[in-house]
C-alpha cells in the first residue's frame, strides 16, 4: 500500500512559491520527467485560449484529468509554455513523503489539501488565488490517479463551487476580468515498441505467481490472463474462493463486499453512489481516532487493516472488464500492465518512448451565483463535455512512427 493516508495531526502546508527555485526546477523538468517517468517529448495544443484568459486578468482554474502520477509536473511544461506559474492543491500526503518534496513543494506553487476531511484553510487559499488573479490554480477533479487515459472517470465535486466562490470575492471588490474555469486533457503516447518494453514486466508478474512464461499467447491475451489470475487470487482471500461471471461483475462483487461492511460499522444508512465517494468517506471515518486517540494496539491494528482495505478498493474501481476488448491501443495494453505492477509493488517502471500531448479547452465562465433550477450544474456539466471532447480530438494527435537512426 502505497503511503496516501499519514498517522499524524493534519497541518495545512501553504504555498510559498519562489522564482528562484520554480526557475531551477523548470530547468531540470525535461530530465526528470525522462529518466522518472518516461516522457520524452511534449507539445501544447490550445495554449492560446489560456494566453487570452490570463491578458484579460481572470482568475483561472485548470481542470484536468489525472491518469499518471507525472502529470502536475507535465502541466509545468504547459507552465513555461504560457509563461506564467501555476498553483496546484495537492494532497497533503505528498508533503509528508521525503524532505525534498517537503521543500520543494510549497516554493513551486504547490500547497496542501487534507482528503480526509474539509481543510477549511485549503479552500480559503484555492478561492484566494482564483480571486487574486496572479497565478493560475490546478486541481484534478478525478481526485486520484487513474491509469485511465482513455475515459474520463467520475469528477468529484470542487471545481464549481470554488469558482463562484472566487467569482463572489472578485464582485465585491471589482477587478477586470472574471473567473473562468480551463478544461486541460493530458494525452500519453507511447512510441516504442510494445511488446519488447510489456513482456519483461508480465515475465516478472508471471513469476510472482510461480508460472512459466506465458509466451505462446498473444500480448492481449496474456495480459488479460495475468488480470483474472490476480483478480482471482483476491477473491480467494476476500471471498474464500474464485468467483464465476463476467470479469466486470466480479469486479462490482469483490468491490462491493469490500465496501458494504465497512459502511454497515461506520456510516450506518448513509451510502454515496460514486465508489470514490464512498472509499473517501469511510477513511475520514476511520482515520480520526488513529490520529488523534489512544487505541489498543490490536483495534488500531484493525483500523489499519481497514484502510487497506480501502486503499485496495480505491485501485480495483480502476479497472474495467473492457478497457482491453476488441484491438486496444498500445497504451491501453501499457496502462493495464503498468496498472498491474503498481498494484503488486506499489512503483510502476518508467516506460519511453513516450509523447505528451497537453490539450486546453475553451473557458468556462463562472458567474458568482448558481442557477438553482437547473437539475445539475452547469459548470461541472460543460466541464465533463469539454474533457470528453479533448480526449477525443486528442487521438489525433498520435505522431507518426520515427525513422530509426541510420547508422552511417
Known sequence: MQNIVIAKPYRFVPPRYSAFWMRIVRWYLPTY???????????????????????????????????????PMVLALLSGEVS??????????????????????PRVGGFSVYREGLDRESLKCATRI?????????????????????RVMNLMDG???????????????????????????????????????????????????????????????RIIKAGHALLALKEMEYLGDFQSGAFTERLLRLLDHLLSPLEQEWIPGRRETDSMARIKRLRSAILPEIVHGELPEEERARRWRQLSDLYFAQQLQC?????LADVPTAERLLETVERYEEDLTDIARPHPPIHAVISVGEAIEASPNRDRSAESDPIANELRRQLEQLLEESKSRRRPPQPSPQTP
Not at 495554449?47 to 502520477?69: D, F, K, Q, T, Y
Not at 506564467?84 to 513543494?105: K, T, Y
Not at 488573479?133 to 485511465?148: K, Q
Not at 479497472?319 to 478497457?323: A, T, V
Open 84 to 105: 506564467r506559474s501555476f498553483h496546484v492543491m495537492a494532497s497533503w500526503h505528498l508533503f509528508m513523503q521525503s524532505r525534498v518534496e517537503a521543500f520543494l513543494l
Open 319 to 323: 479497472y474495467s472488464g473492457d478497457y
Open 33 to 71: 520527467l525522462r529518466n522518472s517517468f518516461g516522457i520524452t517529448s511534449w507539445e501544447c495544443v490550445g495554449a492560446e485560449r489560456l494566453r487570452a484568459s490570463l491578458a484579460a486578468g481572470s482568475g483561472v482554474l485548470l481542470a484536468s484529468n489525472h491518469c499518471r502520477p507525472c502529470d
Open 130 to 150: 482564483l480571486a487574486e488573479a496572479r497565478f493560475p490554480l490546478v486541481l484534478f477533479p478525478e481526485g486520484f490517479v487513474t491509469r485511465n487515459n482513455d
Open 159 to 221: 471545481v464549481a463551487f470554488l469558482a463562484r466562490s472566487a467569482a463572489k470575492q472578485r464582485a465585491v471588490a471589482p477587478r477586470p476580468g472574471q473567473t473562468v474555469v480551463h478544461p486541460v486533457f493530458i494525452r500519453y503516447f507511447f512510441e516504442g515498441d510494445v511488446t519488447a518494453t510489456i513482456t519483461p514486466v508480465l515475465e516478472a508478474i508471471e513469476a510472482r505467481l510461480s508460472w512459466q512464461p506465458q509466451n505462446q499467447l498473444p500480448l492481449r491475451k
